[in-house]
């Protein structure tokens, strides 16, 4: 009967990798007609999502084998992993890449990292039923609690049916109404009192979780259930993946000129001109996006929302900025300049 059992089992195997191959066989490689930028991007997400799994077992992997080879010694890891994509920053060249396909992407990433640490939140939900009663926890988690039921009606309704007792269950309700409104205020744009208002106000909860935990017998249940969460709170944030910015240099020329002619009220502005313009150690300009034509209103647009994603969400999400074409340092300067000016 075993022998039966494992014969059909890998006639599963084979059936599903014969169909998988034929499949691939069946399919283009190359497909003929070009995918709208945003399907490319949730292709990518796609694909990058199997990181999420990948990640927390190699910080586990190598936690252990430095407690193997320094056992008497306790080695904090740090982040060494990061992801970063272009899809849907490369703009060079590519005419449907425009700042609010960009400001969409950093949406769709953001998203994923969001739906990833709620997918997290749950599975370890239904773990940590630790009980007080059993071993205590953290009397600052249980005053984080009170305080936050008083403060947001709809954070006691969602932890009441759960046992007094059960203080982890309860904190993990909080963490998972805070992230649901971080998303849905993320996707809706509006202000949201519950929401987290940084990855460091996220990262802040997850520690104090660790740290009762730490203190009250649950090493093994921190290296097994919120380590790993925690390595995946370090390494995708809530940003999942950095976005680089790529732009050709003859476009931040273009710019700039404009800029240098609306604000000398010349009409034939020369790289003398502009050089001595750059120069001044001024307060940048206030610039009239209207007042310039669409090329230069849509790349000037494009600093203006990386200045708004790094107020708003930090460096994380922030890849490099690519300056294709590169000719002299005039270029990377311009770059700097219309930088400075939009983070005015």
Partial sequence: LLLNTEGANQQTVEAEMLANLTVLWQSDMVRPDRPPVMSEVSRGVYFASTLWNVVPKTYRELRQALAIAYPHHHLEVPRFLSFGSWIGGDRDGHPFVTADI???????????????????????????????????????????????????????ERIGPVSQAETYRRYIRMVELRLQRTLAATQSGKSDDIAYRSLAE??????????????????????????PWIDL??????????????????????????????QTRESDVGDEAIAAFMAQDNKPPTIDLESLSDEARETFSTFLLIADEHATWGQQPLGGYIISM?????DVLAVLWLWKTAWV
């Avoid at 992407?105 to 939140?121: I, K, V, W």
């Avoid at 009762?212 to 919120?226: A, D, I, P, T």
């Avoid at 590169?326 to 005039?330: I, N």
Wanted: proline residues 2%; glycine residues 2%; charged residues 25%.
């Fill in 202 to 227: 996220f990262r802040s909860d997850l520690e104090s979780l660790r740290e009762s935990m730490l203190e009250n017998r649950g090493q093994r249940v921190v290296e097994q259930y919120l380590q």
């Fill in 233 to 262: 709170v370090e390494t995708f944030g809530f940003h999942f993946a950095a976005l680089d910015i790529r732009q050709n240099s003859k476009n931040h020329r273009r710019c700039l000129r404009e800029v240098v002619a609306l």
């Fill in 326 to 330: 590169t000719h002299s340092a005039a």
């Fill in 102 to 156: 960009t400001r969409r992407t950093f949406a769709r990433l953001r998203r994923a990292a969001l739906e990833g640490h709620l997918s997290e939140c749950r599975s370890i939900h239904n773990q940590i039923v630790m009980s007080d009663q059993q071993v205590p926890s953290q009397q600052a988690l249980r005053n984080q609690l009170e305080r936050l039921c008083r403060q947001w009606p709809e954070l006691a």
